[in-house]
């Protein structure tokens, strides 16, 4: 499975920007989907997943409200719509995939076999 993130950019506090991850390869509902962020000289930091069937979601503590996780099955794309942004969310903001038997999300990074390249997000005050 290769992964492409994209749609990010600047944009100013209390704005909004949606990011997309397309993934390309064979069985893609296999895979759970997760958002990860990593901002300079901090450790990367989970922020949404969602499962194969895209029923079930799960977000971090500091995005709870503000972010919307989804999955379009037909076109292969995971989305994430970032409202309310905040400067603390300016980071470079990675998908990742991982097989799942179950119709579960998955928090840890370590679980995920593919990572895209990731897309910088940066919220100005």
């Known amino acids: 499975v290769q992964l492409q993130a994209s749609g990010g950019g600047l944009v100013q506090a209390g704005g909004s920007l949606r990011l997309s991850c397309a993934a390309s390869?064979?069985?893609?509902?296999?895979?759970?989907l997760g958002w990860f962020r990593q901002a300079p000289g901090k450790e990367r930091e989970f922020v949404s997943a969602?499962?194969?069937?895209?029923?079930?979601?799960a977000y971090g503590d500091s995005v709870k409200g503000r972010f919307t996780i989804s999955r379009d099955l037909a076109k292969n794309t995971m989305y994430l719509q970032m409202d309310s942004l905040k400067p603390e969310d300016t980071a470079v903001y990675y998908c990742?995939?991982?097989?799942?038997?179950?119709?579960?999300?998955?928090?840890?990074?370590?679980?995920?076999?593919?990572w895209g390249q990731g897309t910088q997000v940066t919220v100005s005050s």
């Open positions: 390869g064979r069985s893609f509902v296999t895979y759970v």
């Open positions: 969602v499962s194969r069937s895209g029923g079930n979601t």
């Open positions: 990742a995939a991982a097989p799942l038997l179950d119709d579960d999300v998955v928090t840890k990074a370590f679980f995920y076999d593919y």
